[in-house]
């Protein structure tokens, strides 16, 4: 019996050994074009910010699929009349990535997003601006030697940003990402 549990006990080791070295952690960061759709802020257009995160991409098929939780700021404006609107999150994407090459990738999955500011002032009796946000994100990127990496994104809104305004976000993610 003590043999069984040394063997168990090791195989639980070189497994969690393999799976430790097929993790790689990284960062991302780029330019956010963003902007809602709906009817609830009138004619809108979009407007530049930021976003900057990390990210833990999991093995789950060697060389070809990969599992990627992050965790990311994400500053999204957009202007109604003469009135910029800025709100921002923390996003939490988790993409399935496939590689079609080493170096070229294409990546889909669902996001959650928890506002933790807007400068959007609301009427009183008014809707406030929710503080959640779900979306669906597609992408692709280019990845070089020594973990630099260029991608895009589309990210889109789900739910209103505001209730019975019909108002969802709209976002392009232009950045470069590292792994270690």
């Known amino acids: 019996m003590k043999v069984v549990k040394i063997m168990f006990f090791s195989l639980c080791l070189v497994a969690f050994t393999s799976t430790v070295q097929a993790q790689k952690f990284g960062v991302r960061a780029g330019l956010n074009i963003a902007n809602v759709t709906g009817d609830g802020f009138g004619d809108t257009k979009p407007l530049t910010g930021i976003y900057v995160g990390v990210f833990k991409e999991f093995t789950i098929v060697p060389v070809l699929f990969f599992l990627q939780p992050e965790l990311q700021y994400s500053s999204q404006r957009f202007k109604s009349g003469d009135t910029n609107f800025s709100i921002n ?85 232009l950045g470069a990402s590292f792994k270690f």
Do not use: C, H, W
């Not at 990535?97 to 009427?123: C, H, M, R, W």
């Not at 990127?141 to 990210?155: H, K, M, Q, T």
């Open 89 to 173: 999150y923390i996003n939490i994407p988790v993409m399935a990535k496939v590689y079609a090459l080493k170096t070229f990738s294409i990546e889909a999955g669902p996001q959650v997003g928890f506002k933790i500011s807007d400068n959007i002032d609301v009427p009183e009796g008014g809707n406030d601006i929710k503080t959640f946000d779900t979306a669906f994100a597609g992408g692709l990127g280019l990845n070089f030697p020594f973990g630099l990496g260029i991608n895009a994104r589309y990210v889109m809104g789900l739910s209103e940003i505001v209730k019975d305004s019909g108002a969802k976000n709209q976002v392009i993610q």
